[in-house]
């Protein structure tokens, strides 16, 4: 499924090479700059980074539809390779006009303050011999998609892809499931000098980008880049430890219910994903228009404006939801800001997961529409952590229409399962979230150790020791110690991960509200989306009803919610 090419285009430009762009990019850099003209000046320099964002979403969404195709990876590759580097130069240039003029963050208002204070950031952190460095990983990340997006097995004399082998694991047979999970493993542990081998290029690369920056490891270079103004990796590592005193004890519990409901002596790592009641497994629905119209009635209940933001994607073809070979593994919402749409990809195969992904990747969708509505692509550029307070919480929002009643997809007692299903996967995920941002931390802070895959695989082992107790891995201690390969986000956007964990936070008070007075919860949610990012972390949750902070006190009570409403739940879908 094509995008159409950008629309509305205000002058002629080939928008597919860089020297459509660069005459208009020089000429801003020229033209006097007082405060007369500042307005307008930044009005037509945010346009044309909103052409340049948009042309480097369609090159990424269209190479990974189809990672086999040749011409959507040398569409790609021409922008990470001609496109993107000379808009980095250009940009630098304006950044600098720009707070030379507007020297005070207060200069152009109070919806601009916090885009000016990560402008100043990304400037004083830019340099030139990094630009070619960001090519190169682009380039490897693209590496790491055609290596995983390709993975099929033989299932029954049919090709199955990763995602196709993953909806086995719900099978009520046990020997399938164990099957199925056996082939996934040895497709990846097939690879696993190829990804070893790449990582060690990313990560050298990722040295010097933090060298060049005169920064002493990739950590704090990275924690500049994404402007985390407002936590330091110490308050990851509170974090960290909060979860392993409240979460862990919790996910355990989770694990041990599931291994008496199987009536197991110890649950595998093939036991996690099946339905432990005695009911048929969930099968939510059939083909992506099944699922669009189900999501689409859940809106409706959850908040009309909503829904026909979603109807709108629907009808413009910006929902590519099924699976299908060669397609790139994952889920994301991309954001077309030219056109002001989003753009959802995911791999949908008929289960509850597709249902909680469509739903997540929604709640991304609405963040974007309500952000075009502001002025400038500055203020459109909302932090990861709150990114994904907007998806998690809409998850939840959306919880109580589930059923068939509402338009949804299930019976009453299918809905309690899949909420239940849902809520125990917050409490398995936390940890699982504290091992991938705690191997991060390990990684670029032991630079040497970290070049040995050796020592990657025992730290790896040792976080999922820590947090991850539970599950019975005996006899595949290679699949244990390599799950790190099986985390894109490790080789894509490396420490864009504890955002999910700090979200998931945020998303649960969201959620605590709406257990109140869901109608004022969701108003409170939809005003919080509309400030984009032009507040601080702590103001954004404050808007969406919720605290920036991530303690044994604030944790033990969501865990408590949890806990409290899975009994509940359980008693719903006996």
Known sequence: MSLSPIPNLPFAIDTTSWEGFQARYEALANEPLDETTLA?????????NMLIEESGAIANIEKTLDTADETAERAFLNFVENIAPNFSHADQALKQRLLATATDDDTLG???????????????????ENVPLMTELAKLGNEYDKITGGLSADWDGEPRNLNQLNAFLRERDRAVRERAWRQMMALWLGQRAALDDLYGRMLAVRRRLAANAGLPNYRDYIFRAYNRFDYTPDDCSRFHDAIEAVVVPAAQRVYERRRARLGLEALRPWDLAVDPSDAPPLAPYHGQDELIQGSLNIFERVDPGLARQFALMAEENLLDLDTRAGKALGGYCSSLV?????YIFMNGVGSHDDVQTTLHEAGHAFHAFESFALPTIWQMEVPMEFCEVASMS????????LTKASGGFYTPAEA??????????????????AVVDAFQHWVYTHPDDAADPVACDAAWDGLWARFMPGVDWSGFEAERTTGRHRKLHIFHVPFYYVEYGLAQVGALQ?????????????????????????RSLPELYRAAGAEFRFDEPMLRDLVDLIETTLEQLDAAGQ
């Open 110 to 128: 109070a919806d601009m303050r916090r885009p000016l204070q990560a402008m100043r950031n990304q400037a004083d952190l830019f340099r030139e």
């Open 338 to 342: 030219w056109r002001q749409r989003p």
């Open 416 to 433: 309690a399962r899949a909420r239940a299903e849902h809520l125990e996967g917050v409490l398995t995920f936390l940890p699982y979230m």
């Open 40 to 48: 307008e000046w930044l009005a037509q320099w945010s346009q044309l």
């Open 510 to 534: 969201v959620w605590r509200n709406a257990l109140r007075d869901q109608g004022q919860a969701v108003a409170t949610y939809r005003d919080a989306l509309k400030l984009g990012g032009t």
């Open 394 to 401: 809409m998850e939840l929002l959306a919880a109580p229409y």
